[in-house]
C-alpha cells in the first residue's frame, strides 16, 4: 500500500517538474495569469455575494442591504456596485485568455527550437540509430505543448478563481466554507484512479502513434521496392492494422476524458442533496445563510469540475510531450564531442592503435595503424562489411574510437574545433543523400558563402557541366523532391561537386564511383589526380581503375589493416588486393 503510495507520489511530482520544465522560461506570464485569475475570481465571488444579498434585500422589500461589518449600501448602488464587479470580471478573463494563448505560444516555439537544436547538436552515432521519420512525430508531439500548457493555464486560472472564491466564503460563514473545501477535497480524490486511468491510456496511444507514424515514414521511402515486390496489399495491412490500434487506443483516452465530467457532476450534486438532507433533517441553517452559501458552493463546484477536467487533459497530453522531453534529454545527453583547437590547415592524419565497436557491442575495427601524408591520395578497399565506412566515419570524426586515437598534426580529433574542422573536410557518402531543391542548392548545401563561381568550377571538377547545360534552367533547374528526377550516377557526380565546392583540404569518398560508367569514372579519376598534392584525399572503391590513381592503398579485412602501401607493393603484400586485380582485368 505505502508503495503504490509513493509511486503515485512519485509520478505527480514527475508530472510538476515536466509542466515546470515547460514553462519555467516564462514565469512572469505564469504569474501575471494567476493573478488575473484571481482578480477574476474575486470580483466574481463578491459579485456573487451581492447578487444574493440584493435578491434578498428586493423580496424582503428593505431599501438597504448589508455589507461587511455594519456598513450598508443602497439599492441603486448595490446594482452599479455589481455592474463595476462584472466589468472588471471581464477585463480580468480577457487578460487570462489573453497570456495564455500567448504562454502556449511562447512554449511551443521553444520547445520545438530545443528539439531540433538538440537532435542536429547530438553525435551521428545516435542520429543514425533513430528511427526514420522520429524526428516528424516528436515535432508534432511537440504541437501537444501547446495543449498541456493550455491545460495548464485552465487548471491555474480554475485553482486561483476557486480560492479567492473560498477566500470570500471564509469572510462570510468560514463553517460553510470548511464544509465546501472538505467537500471539494473528498471530491478531487474520488477522481484520481480515473485521473491516472486516463495517464495510462494516454501513453499507450502515443505509444501506438509513434509506431504508425514510424511505419507510415519508412514506407514513404519504400514506393520502388513495394511495388516490385508485391507485398503493397501485406503493407497496406499492417498498416490499417497499426492504424487501428492507434485509433482504439485513442478513443479509450477520449472516452476516458469524456467521463470526468459526468462522474464529478453526479458526485458534486449528490454531495449538495446529501447537504440538503442534513439540513432538513436536523433544521438547522437560516434560510438567509443557506442562499449566498449555497450559491458559492455551486460556483465552487463548477469550478472543482474545471480544475478536475484540466487536470484530467494534463494527464492525456503529458505523455506525448515527455517522449519530445525525453528525446531532448536522450539528445543532449548524447552531444557530439566539440573541441577549442583550430585546425587551419590539414597535414597528417594519424591513426595509432585504433579499435571501434559500435553500440551493439561487436568490434568492427580492430588495432588499425597508420599515417595519411599531406596531400597524397590514399585508397581503401576490402571486403564488403570489413568496416571501410566506419573507418572513413572516425577519419571524420563522426564516430570517436572505442580505444587508440586519431590525430591531426598531432591534436587529437577530439580536441578539434568541429566548426572549423567541417569547413576544411568534405565527405562523398557511399549513399549520398540530396535535398528537395535546384542544382546550385544542392551543390552548395546550404554554405551560403559559396559563391557562383566555385559552384561552376565544382561542376566541372565532378563532371556534371553537360548533363546542367542539358537541364532547362541550368543550374536553376529544380531537381525534384530530394533530387528524385536524377540518375544514380548524375546523383553520385552531384554530391562529388557538393564536396569539392567548399575547397577542402581533406576529403573523403565512399564508393564515389559504383554508379558511374566507364567515360564519368575515368574523367572523376582525373579529377582525383588533379587534387594530388593539394588536397588530402581519402577514397574507398571496389573498382581497381578508380584505385589506380591513389599514392597508396591500404587493404581493410574483417576490421584489420592487412597491407598498406604503393599499389605495387600490396599487389606484392596482399593477397586480397591481387585476387581483386585478377577479377578487374579478367
Ligand atoms: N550503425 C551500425 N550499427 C551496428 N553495426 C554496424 C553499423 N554500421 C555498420 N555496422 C557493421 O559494421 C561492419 C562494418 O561496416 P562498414 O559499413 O564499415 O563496412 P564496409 O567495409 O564499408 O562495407 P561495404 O563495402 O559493403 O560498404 C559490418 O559488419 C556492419 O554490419
Ligand atoms: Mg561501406
Known amino acids: 500500500m505505502t508503495s503504490t503510495g509513493e509511486a503515485a507520489r512519485s509520478?505527480?511530482?514527475?508530472?510538476?517538474?515536466?509542466?515546470?520544465?515547460?514553462?519555467?522560461?516564462?514565469?512572469?506570464?505564469?504569474?501575471?495569469?494567476?493573478?488575473?485569475?484571481?482578480?477574476?475570481?474575486?470580483?466574481?465571488?463578491?459579485?456573487?455575494?451581492?447578487?444574493?444579498?440584493?435578491?434578498?434585500?428586493?423580496?424582503?422589500d428593505e431599501p438597504r442591504l448589508g455589507l461587511w461589518g455594519a456598513a450598508s449600501i443602497g439599492i441603486g448602488g448595490a446594482i452599479a456596485l455589481a455592474a463595476g464587479l462584472l466589468l472588471l470580471r471581464l477585463v480580468a478573463n480577457a487578460a487570462v485568455v489573453t497570456l495564455s494563448t500567448g504562454l502556449a505560444q511562447a512554449v511551443l516555439t521553444t520547445t520545438r527550437g530545443r528539439l531540433s537544436a538538440a537532435y542536429l547538436n547530438a553525435s551521428w552515432s545516435l542520429q543514425q540509430n533513430e528511427p526514420s521519420g522520429s524526428l516528424q512525430?516528436?515535432?508534432?508531439?511537440?504541437?501537444?505543448?501547446?495543449?498541456?500548457?493550455?491545460?495548464?493555464?485552465?487548471?491555474?486560472?480554475?485553482?486561483?478563481?476557486?480560492?479567492?472564491?473560498?477566500?470570500?466564503?471564509?469572510?462570510?460563514?468560514?463553517?460553510?466554507?470548511?464544509?465546501?473545501?472538505t467537500t471539494l477535497g473528498l471530491l478531487g480524490r474520488l477522481m484520481t484512479p480515473l485521473r491516472t486511468r486516463i495517464r495510462r491510456r494516454s501513453t499507450s496511444d502515443t505509444r501506438a502513434n509513434t509506431t504508425f507514424n514510424e511505419t507510415l515514414s519508412e514506407l514513404s521511402t519504400l514506393g520502388l521496392e513495394m511495388q516490385t515486390f508485391g507485398v503493397r496489399d501485406r503493407f497496406v495491412r499492417r498498416i490499417d492494422a497499426l492504424s487501428g490500434r492507434h485509433a482504439a487506443a485513442a478513443r479509450r483516452t477520449s472516452a476516458m476524458q469524456g467521463m470526468l465530467t459526468p462522474v464529478y457532476t453526479t458526485l458534486?450534486?449528490?454531495?449538495?442533496?446529501?447537504?440538503?438532507?442534513?439540513?432538513?433533517?436536523?433544521?438547522?441553517?437560516?434560510?438567509?445563510?443557506?442562499?449566498?452559501?449555497?450559491?458559492?458552493?455551486?460556483?465552487?463546484?463548477?469550478?472543482?469540475q474545471q480544475l478536475q477536467t484540466s487536470a484530467g487533459s494534463l494527464m492525456a497530453f503529458l505523455p506525448p510531450l515527455e517522449r519530445v522531453q525525453d528525446a531532448i534529454a536522450r539528445y543532449d545527453a548524447a552531444r557530439a564531442s566539440d573541441g577549442d583547437t583550430v585546425v587551419e590547415r590539414i597535414g597528417a592524419i594519424e591513426a595509432r592503435e585504433v579499435?571501434?565497436?559500435?553500440?551493439?557491442?561487436?568490434?568492427?575495427?580492430?588495432?588499425?595503424?597508420?599515417?595519411?601524408?599531406?596531400?597524397?591520395?590514399?585508397?581503401?578497399?576490402?571486403?564488403?562489411?570489413?568496416?571501410?565506412?566506419?573507418?572513413?566515419?572516425?577519419?571524420?570524426?563522426?564516430?570517436?574510437?572505442?580505444?587508440?586515437?586519431?590525430?591531426?598534426?598531432?591534436?587529437?580529433?577530439?580536441?578539434?574545433?568541429?566548426?572549423?574542422?567541417?569547413a576544411r573536410v568534405a565527405f562523398v557518402a557511399q549513399e549520398p543523400r540530396l535535398i528537395t531543391g535546384t542544382v546550385a542548392d544542392n551543390i552548395r548545401f546550404f554554405?551560403?558563402?559559396?559563391?557562383?563561381?566555385?559552384?561552376?568550377?565544382?561542376?566541372?571538377?565532378?563532371?556534371?557541366?553537360?548533363?546542367?547545360?542539358?537541364?532547362?534552367?541550368?543550374?536553376?533547374s529544380f531537381l525534384g523532391e530530394r533530387g528524385t528526377n536524377l540518375s544514380g550516377g548524375?546523383?553520385?557526380?552531384?554530391?562529388?561537386?557538393?564536396?569539392?565546392?567548399?575547397?577542402?583540404?581533406?576529403?573523403?569518398?565512399?564508393?564515389?564511383?559504383?554508379?558511374?560508367?566507364?567515360?564519368?569514372?575515368?574523367?572523376?579519376?582525373?579529377?582525383?589526380?588533379?587534387?594530388?598534392?593539394?588536397?588530402?584525399?581519402?577514397?574507398?572503391?571496389?573498382?581497381?581503375?578508380?584505385?589506380?590513381?591513389?599514392?597508396?592503398?591500404?587493404?581493410?579485412?574483417?576490421?584489420?589493416l592487412t597491407a598498406?602501401?604503393?599499389?605495387?607493393?600490396?599487389?606484392?603484400?596482399?593477397?586480397?588486393?591481387r585476387h581483386a586485380l585478377d577479377v578487374a582485368h579478367g
Not at 29 to 56: K, M, Q
Not at 535 to 543: D, F, Q
Not at 568 to 575: G, L, M, R
Open 11 to 60: 509520478r505527480r511530482s514527475d508530472h510538476r517538474r515536466r509542466v515546470q520544465a515547460l514553462v519555467r522560461p516564462h514565469r512572469w506570464r505564469v504569474a501575471a495569469l494567476a493573478a488575473a485569475s484571481y482578480v477574476g475570481g474575486t470580483s466574481e465571488a463578491v459579485f456573487l455575494l451581492l447578487a444574493a444579498r440584493l435578491a434578498l434585500a428586493v423580496t424582503r
Open 137 to 181: 512525430t516528436l515535432s508534432s508531439y511537440a504541437d501537444g505543448a501547446v495543449r498541456v500548457v493550455n491545460a495548464f493555464s485552465a487548471s491555474i486560472t480554475a485553482g486561483l478563481s476557486l480560492l479567492s472564491l473560498l477566500v470570500v466564503a471564509t469572510s462570510v460563514d468560514p463553517l460553510a466554507t470548511l464544509v465546501i473545501v
Open 268 to 304: 458534486a450534486y449528490g454531495g449538495v442533496l446529501g447537504g440538503l438532507a442534513v439540513f432538513a433533517a436536523t433544521g438547522a441553517g437560516k434560510i438567509s445563510a443557506i442562499g449566498p452559501v449555497m450559491l458559492l458552493l455551486l460556483r465552487s463546484l463548477a469550478y472543482g
Open 355 to 422: 579499435s571501434y565497436a559500435y553500440p551493439d557491442g561487436r568490434t568492427v575495427l580492430a588495432d588499425v595503424s597508420f599515417r595519411l601524408r599531406a596531400g597524397e591520395v590514399v585508397g581503401i578497399i576490402g571486403p564488403s562489411g570489413s568496416g571501410k565506412s566506419t573507418l572513413v566515419q572516425l577519419l571524420l570524426g563522426l564516430r570517436e574510437p572505442s580505444t587508440g586515437e586519431i590525430t591531426v598534426d598531432g591534436i587529437a580529433l577530439q580536441d578539434v574545433n568541429r566548426g572549423a574542422w567541417s
Open 447 to 476: 554554405r551560403d558563402d559559396i559563391g557562383d563561381e566555385a559552384l561552376v568550377r565544382a561542376a566541372n571538377l565532378a563532371n556534371l557541366q553537360a548533363d546542367i547545360a542539358r537541364m532547362p534552367d541550368g543550374f536553376a
Open 490 to 560: 548524375q546523383r553520385q557526380r552531384l554530391s562529388i561537386a557538393r564536396a569539392l565546392a567548399g575547397s577542402p583540404q581533406a576529403l573523403f569518398l565512399d564508393e564515389p564511383t559504383s554508379a558511374l560508367d566507364a567515360h564519368s569514372e575515368a574523367l572523376i579519376r582525373s579529377t582525383l589526380h588533379d587534387l594530388r598534392g593539394k588536397v588530402l584525399t581519402v577514397v574507398i572503391a571496389h573498382r581497381m581503375s578508380t584505385l589506380e590513381v591513389c599514392d597508396r592503398i591500404l587493404v581493410v579485412e574483417s576490421g584489420r
Open 564 to 577: 598498406i602501401g604503393t599499389p605495387a607493393d600490396v599487389a606484392a603484400s596482399s593477397a586480397f588486393y
